[in-house]
């Protein structure tokens, strides 16, 4: 069954290398399970490598951009659909309704703002979506580290850890994603 699979990352490429790659192979690997790509419709930075990956594997892929980035960053002119939207928050709208699962690579504070929005929805009961922390090369440590010490000072509970699960392997991931689904069947 193909689903919508909305990832999460940066309009960068980052200092990283091994980061490039995950971004590329992200992006084949959607292609290839026949899955649907849903992203911020950038075309530089990881986001615009992945949708690259994925159009050049005959995926399909959506961009979801807010009008203000579409006229002053650089949309993605190849995909199989741009949806512009209204603002930051419109496009996490979007995004959530459109999305039945979200992976995050690494990224700033874009891709934490989106994260965290994701979670913060789902702690609500607003959605019961998987939400996949691509923990490659420890990169998400230090946010796991925060949240903890969140814990250790009563403003997150425990049962709360459950909302997200970090996963430091792309092919990991997709399992998960896959058994978490076959459960809501």
Partial sequence: ??????????????????????????????????????YGGGAVGLMGVMANSCLHAK????????????EREIPHKGLSDMIVVKDMFDRKSEMLDRSDGFIV?????????????MITLGQLGL???PIILL???????????????CMAHGFIKEEYLEL???????EDA????????????
Avoid: Y
């Fill in 59 to 70: 995926g399909k892929v959506t961009g979801i951009i807010p009008k203000h980035l579409n």
């Fill in 105 to 117: 690579l690494p990224g700033g504070f874009g891709t934490l703002d989106e994260l965290f929005e």
């Fill in 135 to 149: 923990n490659v090369n420890r990169f998400f440590d230090p946010i796991i580290n925060q949240i903890k010490v």
């Fill in 1 to 38: 069954m193909s689903r919508s699979i909305c990832v999460f990352c940066a309009s960068s490429l980052g200092e990283d290398p091994l980061f490039l790659e995950l971004a590329k192979k992200i992006g084949r690997q959607i292609a290839q399970r026949g899955d649907h790509l849903i």
């Fill in 127 to 129: 959605h019961k979506k």
């Fill in 164 to 170: 997200f699960i970090c996963i430091p392997k792309l």
């Fill in 174 to 185: 997709f399992k998960e994603l896959d058994e978490i689904w076959d459960k809501a069947n």
